[in-house]
């Protein structure tokens, strides 16, 4: 088996990937997540490993086995979370030997250590406890510092579709993250460094607003195609587009090299439509974009209600270039804070292009700061019916923009909910002023 293992180890390729189930009826209704996946794709990932699936089955035996077997057959490594408990719909450890098609045997030496943790509470320890002694053939034991149920690491060889060997990586561990944590890092993470290839992953990510994920992809796909050692996602989502590229190579210095080449390259392409090269968020970039040009800003907002105050708010150290500003809702709030003419608001309405420009102008004066942003608009979902603001669209917004000697204004039709034009006007203002102080 010894000589089996090292031919196998010799011929295996370096982009292994790793498949983890997640055990526990509780992560299918909505009360509870699956959090532990992500703490063991960061793991994983840091070893070279990418996790191609990732599966949450229920408290059900034929339901695990047959996803239990699914795994084994296109992964390299499963990682199975939760199951290991001392209860009935505790079954990873029997459904896992059922897809290995192996055996189970009882550990005295774990059965042991159960019964003194038991006594050491002066409690006595239920039968079913002793489940939990429980170890598939072949399988080393992975010490729980933290409870009761020990996991497994079994490294063993299983049949391919034409009878060809295939190493295969099969990890059970506790579903509580205190316990699953601390035993990945210690128990299994050293063992893994010890049998899988010198490989190491990359990534890069680009961020973009307010762009149709169709024309970035029209745009890009052209480029990244060409990259087949680097895996491209792209991903859309409250007004951004995130472009994330991942390599996995031999070493860092080449993995890294190979998503910078393709970045550059997208970043070539995409231009001034990309805000960020470092994951910075659009709230960071201007921040920076501020104090590079020892410039403040300050805002009125009527329709968003203080939302870009507070995404602006939520950087750190944005004191030094964000003076504040004012929730300007109502007309009279508008005069009072704002300075806007009560005959614009009579002619125009509030939600008017003219009511913005004096928003922005007026907040930038009356707070003495470099610029002004004034937002306003309709998020509905009801309509005006009286008054200069009559019959006007959910979703109409204006952005002002003044600088004290002039002013943009940009006018948008926004769809959505309520929620949705808000963050979509809130995130427009924020290009919107990135894109003046570039």
């Known amino acids: 088996m010894a000589a089996q293992f090292r031919a196998l180890r010799d011929s295996i390729e370096h982009n ?11 992560m299918l209704t909505p009360h509870r997540q699956d959090t532990n996946s992500l703490y063991l794709t960061a793991g994983l990932n840091r070893l070279g490993v990418s996790v191609a699936f990732k599966t949450i089955v229920g408290d059900n035996f034929e339901h695990l086995v047959s996803a239990a077997g699914i795994a084994i057959r296109r992964a390299d ?69 933290n409870g009761s149920a020990p996991g497994q690491w079994l490294d063993t060889v299983v049949a391919g579709p034409q009878g060809q060997p295939h190493r295969k990586i099969v990890i059970l561990l506790p579903g509580p993250p205190g316990e699953l944590k601390l035993m990945f890092d210690s128990e299994c993470r050293p063992r893994l460094s ?47 587009i ?19 080449e393709l970045a ?19 709230e960071e970039v201007v921040q920076l974009m501020l104090g590079l040009r020892d410039m403040t800003l300050s805002v009125a907002e009527s329709c968003t209600g203080g939302l870009l105050s507070e995404r602006l708010t939520a950087v750190p150290n944005i ?3 964000f003076v504040g500003g004012a929730i300007v809702y109502s007309d009279a709030l508008k005069m009072k804070f704002a300075r806007v003419p009560a005959e614009v608001l009579d002619q125009y309405g509030a ?28 998020a509905g979902p009801a309509v005006p019916t009286t008054g200069p603001d009559a019959g006007k669209p959910v979703g109409l917004v204006y952005i002002g ?38």
């Open 16 to 26: 292994m990937i790793a498949e983890i189930i997640a055990v526990g009826s509780e």
């Open 264 to 282: 550059e390259l997208i970043e070539a392409e995409m231009g001034e439509d990309i805000f960020s090269n470092d994951g910075s968020t659009l």
């Open 77 to 145: 490594i499963v990682v199975f979370s939760g199951g290991l408990g001392p209860t009935e719909d505790d079954l990873t450890r029997e459904a896992a030997a059922r897809a290995l098609g192996i055996g189970a045997h009882r550990d005295d030496a774990v059965l042991e250590g159960l019964r003194q943790r038991f006594a050491a509470r002066k409690i006595p320890m239920p039968a079913n406890n002793q489940k939990q002694a429980d170890v598939l053939d072949g399988a080393i034991l992975l010490e729980n510092k």
């Open 319 to 321: 004191s030094r270039n």
């Open 401 to 438: 923009l003044s600088d004290g000697e002039d002013t943009q204004v940009k006018q948008l039709q926004l769809p959505g909910d309520r929620g949705r034009i808000r963050l979509w006007a809130s995130m427009h203002a924020l290009e919107m002023l990135r894109r003046y102080l570039q």
């Open 194 to 240: 010890a049998v899988l290839p010198a490989r190491h992953i990359a990534t890069r990510m680009l961020r973009m607003a307010l762009i149709p994920e169709s024309s970035v992809d029209a745009r890009t796909a052209p480029i990244y195609q060409k990259f087949t050692d680097v895996e491209t996602t792209i991903l859309a989502g409250k007004g951004e």
């Open 242 to 260: 995130q472009l994330h590229f991942s390599a996995a190579k031999p070493t860092l210095a080449e993995a890294r090299a190979r998503v910078d």
């Open 351 to 378: 939600i008017s292009a003219e009511v913005a420009r004096a928003l922005a102008e007026g907040i930038r004066a009356e707070t003495g700061s470099s610029l002004g942003i004034g937002i306003t608009g309709l």
